[in-house]
C-alpha cells in the first residue's frame, strides 16, 4: 500500500507576484517561522522566503523555487515519490509523470526527461516553458551488424542450444547450478564461448543460470528463448558500438532506451 500527500487545499501559485503575495498572507506557527502552505498541521509543507526567492519546501527537500525573474526551478532531490510530484503539480501546475525516468511536461504538452533544480518560465496560467531542456538518447539495434557477430559464435550457442536441450528446461537444478561463477561474465565469457569444450560448458552454465534465475514463478525454468536472450546481452554490451546505433529524440516523446544497461556497463 502506498500513501500520497493531499493537495485539494494547496493553493496554485502562478507566478513570483502569486507565491509572495501567497507567503505574506500565511500567518507563522506560534514560536516559529513555519508558515504550512496548505493545512496548517501539515507543517512539513510550508513556505518561506529566502532573499528574494520564494520557496516551497515538503518534509526536507526545496521542491519548488519562485525568482522574480519569473522564472521557476523545480526539484525532487532523490525523492521522487508520488507525494512530491503531486505537490509539485499543485503549487506550480508542472506535470511530472514516472520515475525511472520522470518526464516533465513542457508548455507544449511535449515531454522532456526531469533533471534536478531544472528552470521553467511562466508564460500564462498553468503554462511554463523549460529552459534549456534535456533531449532523451536512444539505441537501437542493427540487425545486420547482429547477426554478423552471431556467426562469430555460432559453434557456442550450437553448443548452448543442445546443451539446454540435452538438460531439458526444468532439468537445471540447485545442485546443477550452485558454485557457478557470476563474475566471470563481465570479463571472460565471450573469451571462454569461443575456447575449448570445457570452457563452453562452463559458460552454458553461467548463461543458463541467469535465464534461469530471471524465472519469476513456480518452479526454476531455463528456456532456450531466455538464455539465447541472455547471451545476446552480452554480446551486445561488449559490442555495443558496432552493433549499436544512437538517436537523439527532438519532438517531445517520452521513449524508453532499450539498450540504456548495456550501455552503462564497460
Not at 148 to 157: C, G, H, S
Request: hydrophobic share 35%; proline share 3%.
Amino acid at each position: 500500500m502506498s500513501f500520497s500527500l493531499d493537495t485539494r487545499n494547496v493553493k496554485y501559485l502562478q507566478d513570483y507576484a502569486a507565491a509572495l503575495r501567497h507567503h505574506d498572507s500565511i500567518t507563522p506557527i506560534r514560536n516559529s517561522n513555519t508558515r504550512p502552505i496548505a493545512e496548517r498541521t501539515k507543517q512539513h509543507f510550508n513556505i518561506r522566503k529566502h532573499g528574494d526567492a520564494i520557496i516551497v519546501r515538503l518534509c526536507y527537500t526545496d521542491i519548488v523555487t519562485y525568482t522574480p525573474d519569473n522564472r521557476v526551478t523545480i526539484n525532487m532531490s532523490y525523492h521522487s515519490t508520488i507525494s512530491t510530484r503531486a505537490a509539485i503539480a499543485a503549487v506550480a501546475g508542472v506535470t511530472i509523470q514516472g520515475t525511472n525516468p520522470a518526464w516533465v511536461q513542457d508548455y507544449d504538452h511535449k515531454y522532456y526527461p526531469y533533471k534536478d533544480n531544472m528552470q521553467l518560465e511562466v508564460q500564462g496560467y498553468r503554462t511554463l516553458k523549460i529552459i534549456d531542456p534535456t533531449y532523451p538518447v536512444i539505441h537501437t539495434l542493427n540487425k545486420k551488424a547482429m547477426n554478423a557477430l552471431r556467426k562469430d559464435y555460432a559453434p557456442f550457442i550450437q553448443y548452448l542450444k543442445g546443451f539446454i536441450k540435452l538438460i531439458g528446461e526444468d532439468g537445471f537444478t540447485d545442485e546443477l547450478v550452485e558454485g557457478v561463477a557470476w563474475g566471470m561474465l563481465h570479463y571472460r565469457a565471450l573469451e571462454l564461448a569461443t575456447g575449448t569444450h570445457d570452457h563452453m560448458h562452463e559458460v552454458a552454465l553461467v548463461i543458463a543460470k541467469e535465464a534461469r534465475n530471471r524465472t519469476r514463478y513456480g518452479n526454476p525454468l531455463v528456456r532456450l528463448k531466455d538464455a539465447l536472450a541472455c547471451f545476446d546481452k552480452h554480446l551486445i554490451r561488449a559490442h555495443k558500438d558496432t552493433v549499436l546505433t544512437r538517436s537523439t529524440v527532438t519532438d517531445g516523446r517520452m521513449v524508453k532506451d532499450r539498450y540504456a544497461c548495456a550501455v552503462a556497463r564497460t
